[in-house]
């Protein structure tokens, strides 16, 4: 998360201290006093002492966006977050927003603070490229300021355009769903009010690229003295003494900036007047700070929230799984046990690895590296001793298998499961390998199932093959007969016996399958020509197109929780029971309560597992197509019912007490 950064001259004086502690200090126009007057003539710095603008932080104006039912953290200027435009109650400055019938107020049920509430455009509005949009006025002195309007989660990706002071200063920033896209402008304001027109010219006739507007900041830029900077540095300096407190990304980004500013000062030694060069430090290092990323300590699950490992660094274990494990700790030989969370790295976007994070509670997960790389070159498997020792004694032609299958350009490995094998010590994982072939250069033409062997969780993992898996029956109806064999979308199950399952979408995805795995969990337990439908696999409800299979077992009764098939983009799931893996299935239909839109909460399903406390945890992913690496986590508690059904209720947080 982000640290908090609401203000960044939290030291500067005990005038500064005393306003946090009391709240936001209102600059409140003075009918008496001609010196609190703002006229086309007058500057900001002919009105307000630098010390009264530091006790506000140099915030005039936080405008919370559709949001008039809250009175918190508001600017010096104003005492409500929003407003149509008209002087306001108590400060008696003119701010706000021009009416417009399309404008429609949005409660954002996954924002926070300043995200919960944004503008939208109402879905019957007659839209004019031009003239369609947000406008807002604000009524300030002469001077330069600081604007930044904050955009979250749009039901789409789309571009957006701010025009202030009749200046395009945001020129089509692209917004993401499920993100927050800030944009920072600088402008002059020459007479007594700062424009702004928040709008989407490209817009045309799609509605999925309207406009949105979720917070406005508008701050006085001060007079960039050498003391200024000075203050500055020095109320950063609590930051700067906390290392273990931020991510070491952003830390390192942040002292570089202070040691910038440090230099600055020594170049500028003589200097006491403004001056651009304490201007640009100044920017830079508050740049820097109010990045600044806290390493969050987890009490609890916080579902579609940023989820940050034991450093701080995002965790990338998409499309994963979760078990327990016991295994010998590397650096010290001794026998632990630990929660084992593997899962696919989208840092890179969708071409990556399969990461491992280990855990004590669930809830904080400590990153245990890249347990299976993809290859970066077909040299580098002859060259890079990591990849030399891993696949000593291998063909040429396996090696170029290995590439193939591998690789970090074009390889697809996605929905990786792991178990362990008593009998042969080893630690299995299958995954959906995919990529282009000798035939066809679609991301997806492989459509197999790839596995891969270690002696230890944490790797590393030799991949051994990529397979094709079992066929239809000749006597059942075959929904996709031109690829035979197909898997994608996968999921393992190691019964009470020991015996291991794959699951697994084939047939262009219409249809799901479970087969049975050898003693080794490494192939299948029969060769695909030999299998016996029955009993070496069987076929769950041809042509219903299902997905992202996850199985688990309560009691005697199985369970199979799916999705449907629509891309990136969430949809219903679906789940089934049956009293043996291999017997009848039956369809139990959607398990979520109170998902009105039919999307799994906006999520996919990839596993379910039971904590030590006996409950049943629901894992999917939210996915987020344009940033894959921002995808976020849903974990459920799972409901079981008297009758056996289960249920899925979403809450925005919950614990396992």
């Known amino acids: 998360m982000k640290a908090n950064h609401g203000t960044y001259f939290k030291l500067f004086s005990i005038v500064t201290i005393a306003a946090l502690l009391t709240g936001i200090v209102y600059i409140e126009a003075d009918k008496d006093n001609l010196k609190r007057q703002i006229n086309k003539e007058t500057s900001f710095w002919d009105i307000y002492s630098e010390e009264e603008l530091k006790a506000n932080d140099f915030l005039l104006y936080r ?74 006025n604000f009524e300030v002195p002469k001077g330069e300021y600081e604007i930044t309007l904050g955009f979250y989660n749009p039901f789409s990706a789309r571009p957006i355009y701010a025009q202030i002071e009749d200046n395009m200063l945001v020129d089509g920033e692209k917004i993401l769903k499920y993100k927050l896209t800030e944009c920072t402008a600088y402008t002059s304001v020459e007479d007594s009010e700062l424009n702004l027109k928040v709008f989407n010219p490209q ?71 403004e001056n651009i060069e304490f201007r640009k430090s100044y920017f830079a290092l508050k740049t820097s700070f109010e990045a600044l990323e806290e390493i969050k300590v987890y009490t ?69 590296g890249v347990v299976m790389r993809n290859v970066n070159s077909r040299e580098e498997l002859d060259n890079d001793e990591y990849f030399k020792e891993l696949y000593k004694g291998l063909s040429k032609e396996e090696l170029d298998n290995v590439y193939t299958c591998l690789s970090a350009s074009t390889a697809i490995i996605e929905r990786p499961k792991l178990i362990y094998n008593e009998k042969t010590d080893k630690y299995i994982i299958w995954f959906h390998a995919d990529g282009p072939t000798a035939t066809s250069n679609s991301s997806y033409a492989a459509a197999s199932a790839g596995v891969a062997i270690s002696d230890t969780p944490y790797g590393p993992f030799k991949f051994i093959d990529r397979y094709r898996l079992n066929v239809c029956p000749d006597d059942q109806e075959d929904f996709h007969p031109e690829s035979k064999g197909m898997a994608r979308d996968m999921n393992l199950f190691v019964d009470d016996d020991k015996t291991a399952y794959i699951i697994y979408s084939s047939e262009e995805n219409l249809t799901l399958y479970i087969s049975k795995l050898n003693d080794e969990y490494t192939y299948l337990a029969t060769p695909v020509n030999e299998a016996k439908y029955g009993e070496d696999f069987i076929r769950l409800f041809p042509g219903a197109q299902r997905e992202a299979p996850a199985v688990f077992k309560k009691d005697k009764t199985y369970y199979l929780v799916s999705s449907g098939c629509t891309g990136w983009a969430p949809n219903q799931a679906r789940y089934y029971k049956a009293s043996s893996m291999l017997g009848e299935w039956t369809n139990e239909g959607d398990p979520c309560i109170g998902d009105a839109q039919k999307t799994t909460f906006d999520s996919q399903s990839t596993c379910v597992f039971k904590a030590d406390n006996g409950t049943y945890v629901f894992m999917a992913d939210r996915w987020n197509p344009e940033d894959l690496k921002n995808s976020r986590y849903i974990w459920l508690p799972v409901i079981f019912n008297d009758d056996g059904s289960i249920a899925l209720e979403y809450t925005e947080e919950w614990t396992l007490k």
């Open 63 to 136: 405008v919370d966006c559709g949001n008039v039912l809250s009175h918190a953290k508001t600017g010096a200027f104003q005492s409500t977050c929003d407003q149509p435009y008209g002087p306001d109650e108590i400060t008696k400055r003119k701010w706000g927003y021009e009416p417009k019938d399309y404008m429609v107020s949005v409660k954002d049920k996954y924002g926070t603070g300043l995200n919960t509430y944004k503008w939208e455009i109402s879905e019957d509005a007659w839209y004019d490229n031009n003239l369609t949009g947000f406008y807002y």
């Open 203 to 273: 817009r045309g006739v799609d509605a999925m690229k309207n406009p949105i507007l979720s917070y406005i900041e508008v701050r006085v830029v001060p007079k960039f003295g050498r003391e200024l900077l000075l203050s500055y540095m020095e109320s950063l300096k609590g930051a700067l003494d906390n290392q273990g407190l931020y991510t070491p990304e952003s830390y390192e980004s942040f002292t570089k900036a202070y040691q910038d500013a440090e230099q600055v000062l020594i170049e500028n030694n003589g200097s006491t007047k």
């Open 300 to 368: 609890s699950f916080n579902p579609a929230k940023p989820w940050t490992d034991t450093k701080g660094n995002l965790i990338q274990a998409h499309g994963g799984q979760v078990q327990k494990l016991t295994f010998k700790d590397k650096e010290t030989g001794k026998s632990v046990t630990k929660w084992w969370w593997v899962g696919e790295d989208k840092s890179k976007g969708a071409h990556g690895g399969i990461c491992a994070y280990s855990s004590d509670d669930l809830y904080n997960w400590q990153f245990e």
